[in-house]
Nanobody
Framework: QVQLVESGGGLVQAGGSLRLSCAAS????????MAWYRQAPGKQRELVAT???????NYADSVRGRFTASRDNAKNTVYLQMIILKPEDTAVYYC??????????????????WGQGTQVTVSS
């Protein structure tokens, strides 16, 4: 069974920084694109950053220049370094991965997986 587990969230003052991690585990053959999303209370989930297998990144306008996504393919892990945090960055942050894995049946399948989310709270 494939799992994505996020860590690194917490409470930080405005202007501070945090680093989120998301580790994928299970019978994984390869991980294609990975992404970070966030969802603030009462709002829809929004895309924050994407990173391809070769490390090409893309960011939402609201975080560009402050957030940096990176990944370690050997560890099946993606990171989100966040600096100059603002109260409006407060949200639950979710990791997403498009990956190919081995099912219990023995079949190889490509699918989309989500982590459980990690809370980031930025106080003013």
């Amino acid at each position: 069974q494939v799992q994505l587990v996020e860590s690194g969230g917490g409470l930080v003052q405005a202007g501070g920084s945090l680093r989120l991690s998301c580790a994928a585990s299970g019978s994984i053959f390869s991980i294609n694109n990975m992404a970070w999303y966030r969802q603030a209370p009462g709002k829809q989930r929004e895309l924050v950053a994407t990173i391809t297998r070769d490390g090409t990144t893309n960011y939402a306008d609201s975080v560009r220049g402050r957030f940096t996504a990176s990944r370690d393919n050997a560890k099946n892990t993606v990171y989100l370094q966040m600096i100059i945090l603002k109260p409006e960055d407060t949200a639950v942050y979710y990791c997403n991965a498009d990956l190919t894995y081995l099912r219990v049946s023995g079949a190889v399948k490509r699918d989309d997986f989500w982590g459980q989310g990690t809370q980031v709270t930025v106080s003013s």
